[in-house]
């Protein structure tokens, strides 16, 4: 694969790992991004990837987020992405999964897997019979379907951000446009529809649309559609990258707030919102209830604690918007300022509690 190191090098991995199983058919990457605050976390995505490089890239760009993540919700853990390549819903196979979870296991701890995109709770407590490195389960303590913890917090990253942007403390009457109704889209559908917001809704799976549609009275649009919805919330629920010199043109909305990853397809288009006035919440500043509640279950996991922990998620997407607003930075650099910091120092105190000889190095 061309330019493996040079990516590796751009991005800062300190260990990326490829798994072929033939029997199987497994086809796998982990990526290792950090590990300076913690063993590295985040879960696996099954997607049918149009080619190697594509994949290689997903996971280099997810893994280095949950770097960015971790430090971000004040976790004591460093970042760490898989991906396999396969349709998630024709190709997945048990065999598969525990070719997977001897991968994992072969990496001795240095990357606990969860659930992301094409991966199910079922799919981790069998991956789980080959490793002990695998959070997010049904059974042994496991905390199970992270979404609904995903939601909560992207719920009270949404509140945050429209206080900022002066629309008020309540969402009641706000319309929202949410790109995406499966695991995630669902709970913050339901959340936003209790709190009284309208929402208009898009996916590529009817049945989906038609479920929000039923118990919250949602409006269905078209995939396409869904950028230049007349909302004033924007909550992207899909796939990353959507926010870019196609779609922000489109936007009429004063806020971008959503669970999906990696949503601007480039460092720029952060800043084109913010030329445009639109405020963004940053994804994996907004997006780490899940996170915070698959890490719960390394201390014993404890709903009430997890809850209050990821209300905190309101927080920091107000301080890291008023950083933005002080600072004169878009939001995602603010935010990427606030985990860099809190790497840097971690890294001094790792230093510390080593000989000077090893600092040295
Ligand atoms: P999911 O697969 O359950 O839902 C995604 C939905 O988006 C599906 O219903 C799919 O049909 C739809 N979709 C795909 N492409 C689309 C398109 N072009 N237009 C409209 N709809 C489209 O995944 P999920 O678990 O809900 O996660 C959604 C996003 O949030 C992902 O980016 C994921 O990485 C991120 N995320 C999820 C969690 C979690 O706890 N599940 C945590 C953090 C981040």
Same mark, same amino acid.
């Given at each position: 694969?061309?330019?493996?190191?040079?990516?590796?090098?751009?991005?800062?991995?300190?260990?990326?790992?490829?798994?072929?199983?033939?029997?199987?058919?497994?086809?796998?990457?982990?990526?290792?991004?950090?590990?300076?605050?913690?063993?590295?976390?985040?879960?696996?995505?099954?997607?049918?990837?149009?080619?190697?490089?594509?994949?290689?890239?997903?996971?280099?760009?997810?893994?280095?987020?949950?770097?960015?993540?971790?430090?971000?919700?004040?976790?004591?853990? +460093?970042?760490?992405? @898989? %991906?396999?390549? /396969?349709?998630?819903? $024709?190709?997945?196979?048990?065999?598969?999964? =525990?070719?997977? #979870?001897?991968?994992?296991?072969?990496?001795?701890?240095?990357?606990?897997?969860?659930?992301?995109?094409?991966?199910?709770?079922?799919?981790?407590?069998?991956?789980?019979?080959?490793?002990?490195?695998?959070?997010?389960?049904?059974?042994?303590?496991?905390?199970?379907?992270?979404?609904?913890?995903?939601?909560?917090?992207?719920?009270? +990253?949404?509140?945050? @951000? %429209?206080?900022? /942007?002066?629309?008020? $403390?309540?969402?009641?009457?706000?319309?929202? =446009?949410?790109? #995406?109704?499966?695991?995630?889209?669902?709970?913050?559908?339901?959340?936003?529809?209790?709190?009284?917001?309208?929402?208009?809704?898009?996916?590529?799976?009817?049945?989906?649309?038609?479920?929000?549609?039923?118990?919250?009275?949602?409006?269905?649009?078209?995939?396409?559609?869904?950028?230049?919805?007349?909302?004033?919330?924007?909550?992207?629920?899909?796939?990353?990258?959507?926010?870019?010199?196609?779609?922000?043109?489109?936007?009429?909305?004063?806020?971008?707030?959503?669970?999906?990853?990696?949503?601007?397809?480039?460092?720029?288009?952060?800043?084109?919102?913010?030329?445009?006035?639109?405020?963004?919440?940053?994804?994996?500043?907004?997006?780490?209830?899940?996170?915070?509640?698959?890490?719960?279950?390394?201390?014993?996991?404890?709903?009430?604690?997890?809850?209050?922990?990821?209300?905190?998620?309101?927080?920091?997407?107000?301080?890291?918007?008023?950083?933005?607003?002080?600072?004169?930075?878009?939001?995602?650099?603010?935010?990427?300022?606030?985990?860099?910091?809190?790497?840097?120092?971690?890294?001094?105190?790792?230093?510390?509690?080593?000989?000077?000889?090893?600092?040295?190095?």
């Amino acid at each position: 694969m061309m330019g493996v190191f040079q990516d590796l090098e751009t991005y800062g991995h300190e260990q990326v790992t490829f798994f072929h199983d033939k029997k199987s058919g497994l086809k796998a990457i982990i990526g290792v991004h950090s590990t300076v605050l913690g063993p590295s976390l985040g879960g696996t995505r099954m997607w049918k990837y149009t080619d190697e490089q594509a994949a290689l890239r997903d996971v280099l760009r997810l893994s280095r987020g949950m770097t960015f993540k971790a430090a971000v919700a004040g976790l004591k853990l +460093g970042g760490g992405k @898989a %991906v396999i390549m /396969a349709d998630a819903r $024709t190709e997945k196979t048990p065999e598969m999964l =525990a070719a997977f #979870g001897r991968a994992v296991d072969s990496l001795g701890g240095k990357y606990i897997t969860a659930e992301d995109v094409g991966m199910s709770v079922e799919d981790i407590d069998t991956i789980r019979k080959y490793t002990s490195h695998a959070v997010g389960g049904s059974n042994e303590g496991g905390s199970g379907d992270p979404s609904v913890m995903t939601a909560f917090g992207v719920f009270q +990253g949404i509140k945050a @951000a %429209v206080k900022h /942007a002066g629309l008020g $403390t309540s969402l009641e009457g706000l319309k929202v =446009a949410i790109q #995406g109704v499966g695991h995630v889209g669902y709970h913050l559908a339901s959340y936003l529809s209790a709190a009284g917001a309208k929402l208009i809704i898009t996916d590529i799976y009817p049945n989906q649309i038609e479920k929000v549609v039923q118990e919250f009275g949602a409006i269905a649009v078209e995939p396409d559609q869904i950028y230049g919805a007349d909302a004033e919330i924007f909550a992207p629920c899909a796939l990353g990258a959507i926010l870019n010199q196609r779609t922000i043109p489109q936007l009429k909305c004063k806020i971008v707030a959503g669970s999906a990853n990696n949503q601007l397809e480039v460092d720029s288009d952060g800043f084109d919102l913010f030329r445009k006035g639109i405020v963004y919440a940053p994804d994996y500043a907004i997006n780490s209830g899940g996170l915070i509640n698959v890490a719960a279950e390394l201390d014993g996991y404890n709903h009430e604690r997890v809850l209050a922990k990821v209300s905190k998620i309101y927080n920091t997407i107000a301080d890291i918007l008023e950083r933005s607003e002080a600072e004169h930075i878009p939001p995602h650099q603010a935010a990427d300022r606030l985990a860099e910091q809190i790497l840097a120092e971690a890294s001094l105190g790792k230093c510390q509690d080593k000989t000077l000889e090893l600092c040295a190095r």
